[in-house]
């Protein structure tokens, strides 16, 4: 498996509208920050993730590309509270591998382009010593991503996003997408991570905790919401201005 628009008579009012659009449209065009909250497994943490338009071919469509983030991570296994999270890895475009036979092959679909892998010990005999990541979000739910792996609907997927940290660590924090029971009933989404340390390894890092699943995700409200009750506020604003300068006309 290691391979998101009346026509205004009086020109105040359509200037205002026009204002009021445009507050809309704009982080559909830059960055959008977007708030995140984890816990479960013996961590947690949030983080404020800056994501744009991904423009890389070969990733899924719908794909955002997460270019920055700040916040928090703890994990309490370790006794590792309120370490700032400090950026994301970026992505170095590895091949991806089949854990079937060691190779890859084309026909292996779907892997997004920005499939990546970060060199760690003690890594699960599946995961061939790398630790894999995108740093792709998806604000509609991922769809599937790897051949031998149909979970999806995750904010990330089964690679996920790789954070740095202040204190020289990495945590990769992914989804397991909606998984099911035997008798085929859907589970809520869950999600995983891996927390990777320097060590003397040839790697250089080692895995010194993860957890499969076990961790939720939420996203509060978007900003775009406030943005767009802060622009009808300012509209209403302007009409009641306008109101009233109208009646102290009449009243002279």
Same mark, same amino acid.
């Given at each position: 498996m290691?391979?998101r628009?009346?026509?205004?008579?009086?020109? !105040?009012?359509l200037?205002? !509208?026009?204002?009021?659009?445009? #507050?809309i449209?704009a982080?559909?065009?830059q960055?959008?920050?977007?708030?995140?909250?984890f816990?479960?497994?013996?961590?947690?943490g949030?983080?404020?993730?800056?994501v744009?338009?991904?423009?890389?071919?070969?990733?899924?469509a719908?794909?955002?590309l997460?270019t920055?983030?700040?916040?928090t991570?703890?994990?309490?296994?370790?006794?590792i509270f309120n370490v700032?999270?400090?950026?994301?890895?970026?992505?170095n475009?590895?091949?991806?591998f089949?854990?079937?036979?060691?190779?890859?092959?084309p026909?292996?679909?779907?892997?997004?382009?920005?499939f990546?892998?970060?060199?760690a010990?003690n890594?699960?005999?599946?995961d061939?010593?790398?630790i894999?990541?995108?740093d792709?979000?998806?604000?509609?739910g991922?769809?599937?991503?790897?051949?031998?792996?149909?979970?999806?609907?995750?904010? #990330?997927?089964?690679y996920?996003?790789?954070?740095?940290?202040?204190?020289?660590?990495?945590?990769?924090?992914?989804?397991? !997408?909606?998984?099911f029971?035997?008798t085929?009933?859907?589970?809520?989404?869950?999600y !995983?991570?891996?927390?990777?340390?320097?060590?003397?390894s040839?790697?250089?890092?080692?895995v010194?905790?993860?957890?499969f699943?076990g961790?939720?995700?939420?996203?509060?409200e978007p900003?775009?919401?406030? #943005?767009?009750?802060?622009?009808?506020?300012?509209? #209403?604003?302007?009409?009641r201005?306008?109101?009233?300068?109208?009646?102290?006309?009449?009243a002279?």
């Amino acid at each position: 498996m290691n391979t998101r628009k009346s026509n205004f008579v009086k020109s !105040g009012l359509l200037a205002a !509208g026009a204002i009021l659009v445009g #507050l809309i449209l704009a982080p559909c065009a830059q960055a959008t920050p977007v708030q995140i909250g984890f816990n479960g497994a013996g961590i947690s943490g949030h983080a404020s993730l800056t994501v744009v338009t991904d423009t890389t071919v070969g990733d899924p469509a719908g794909a955002r590309l997460i270019t920055g983030a700040s916040g928090t991570f703890s994990d309490a296994n370790l006794g590792i509270f309120n370490v700032a999270i400090t950026g994301v890895l970026a992505r170095n475009f590895a091949t991806p591998f089949d854990v079937l036979d060691g190779t890859w092959q084309p026909v292996d679909v779907p892997f997004p382009t920005s499939f990546s892998q970060f060199a760690a010990s003690n890594t699960s005999p599946q995961d061939n010593g790398v630790i894999t990541y995108t740093d792709l979000f998806y604000p509609t739910g991922s769809p599937q991503t790897c051949w031998d792996y149909p979970f999806a609907g995750g904010l #990330l997927d089964p690679y996920g996003v790789m954070f740095s940290l202040s204190n020289g660590d990495f945590v990769d924090l992914w989804s397991d !997408g909606s998984m099911f029971l035997p008798t085929m009933t859907p589970v809520y989404l869950t999600y !995983g991570f891996a927390l990777m340390e320097p060590n003397s390894s040839p790697e250089g890092y080692g895995v010194s905790d993860a957890s499969f699943g076990g961790v939720r995700l939420a996203v509060p409200e978007p900003d775009l919401v406030w #943005l767009l009750g802060a622009a009808l506020l300012g509209l #209403l604003a302007w009409r009641r201005s306008a109101e009233t300068r109208k009646r102290i006309a009449k009243a002279g």
